[in-house]
């Protein structure tokens, strides 16, 4: 669990992704945990890495925490309704959108582009210009608020669902819905999938859906690859690298629809 932690850990800072998107096909189809009970594991290793990366975006002030704060309000709601659902939906349906949600990420890891360091407001341009009292950032403007809301709300409840901090959804909604540069909507969601993944963590932990001794490890072992992983980033061929991750998500996606097939 420790070793397989750290993969995902890796894995997960160099594509800018959850390490809960890994850790739940690991220990549900690698250790043979119920999908539940790996949820609310990948729950507490979302909280671990979004615990170590916030200080990072914050000292650099690349996050935008006044929009973090605004949307999390929302996000946490969702997250709770999501906590409340899961344990009244079956296994066999949790699978199922798990293996939906590979299979998304995957092709969208296909499509992708390497970003340019052009592309998006760099970090350091934006480390010396305090924010405002409005929502918006250095050099850009936060609009479509509504949209925003209706996004995180629904972010909070997958997260809480699947395990995955919601991440996968609040980027795409602050950057394609309310104009916020990728660099900055990835920093400000590694900010808030900690707290999204904390209120769901709590009624798994209230009902008896985390087990401590698969938690430990695998908590531990993300937050030392996620460490690893951003200081060896720099280093490796990232379309190699995706092209590898596709052939992980896409074998992880078959392995996941085939146990929805096979659970009663």
């Known amino acids: 669990m420790l070793a397989g932690g750290v993969a995902a850990g890796v894995f997960g800072s160099l594509l800018g992704l959850g390490g809960g998107i890994l850790i739940v096909p690991l220990l549900t189809?690698?250790?043979?945990?119920?999908?539940?009970?790996?949820?609310?594991?990948?729950?507490?290793?979302?909280?671990?890495?979004?615990?170590?990366?916030?200080?990072?975006?914050?000292?650099?002030?690349v996050a935008n925490l006044r929009l973090g704060m605004t949307l999390?309000?929302?996000?946490?709601?969702?997250?709770?309704?999501?906590?409340?659902?899961?344990?009244?939906?079956?296994?066999?349906?949790?699978?199922?959108?798990?293996?939906?949600?590979?299979?998304y990420v995957a092709v969208s890891m296909i499509r992708g582009r390497d970003l340019e360091p052009d592309d998006d407001i760099a970090a350091g341009s934006m480390s010396s210009q305090p924010f405002g009292?409005?929502?918006?950032?250095?050099?850009?403007?936060?609009h479509g608020?509504?949209?925003?809301?209706?996004?995180?709300?629904?972010?909070g409840v997958v997260s809480a669902l699947l395990g995955i901090g919601g991440g996968l959804i609040k980027v795409p909604v602050m950057h394609l819905l309310m104009g916020v540069p990728l660099r900055v909507?990835?920093?400000t969601s590694n900010l808030m999938i900690g707290v999204t993944a904390s209120a769901s963590a709590?009624?798994?932990?209230?009902?008896?859906?985390?087990?401590p001794f698969?938690?430990?490890?695998?908590?531990?072992?993300?937050?030392?690859?996620?460490?690893?992983?951003?200081?060896?980033?720099h280093r490796i061929e990232l379309r190699v690298l995706r092209l590898l991750f596709v052939a992980v998500l896409s074998w992880t996606a078959f392995e996941m629809i085939r146990r929805a097939l096979t659970t009663a």
Do not use: H, N, Q, W
């Not at 790996?38 to 990072?56: E, F, K, M, R």
């Open 72 to 103: 999390e309000l929302f996000t946490a709601i969702g997250a709770l309704v999501g906590g409340l659902v899961a344990f009244l939906v079956s296994e066999r349906v949790l699978a199922a959108l798990f293996s939906a949600m590979l299979v």
């Open 145 to 155: 608020l509504g949209r925003g809301v209706v996004g995180s709300i629904g972010a």
């Open 214 to 233: 698969v938690a430990g490890p695998t908590a531990i072992g993300v937050f030392l690859g996620a460490t690893l992983g951003s200081r060896t980033a």
């Open 202 to 211: 709590i009624i798994y932990l209230v009902r008896g859906g985390i087990d």
């Open 185 to 187: 909507a990835t920093a």
């Open 29 to 61: 189809i690698g250790f043979g945990l119920p999908l539940r009970e790996a949820v609310g594991v990948s729950l507490i290793c979302v909280i671990v890495t979004s615990g170590a990366a916030a200080a990072v975006y914050l000292e650099r002030r």
């Open 133 to 142: 009292l409005t929502l918006d950032g250095p050099g850009y403007a936060v």
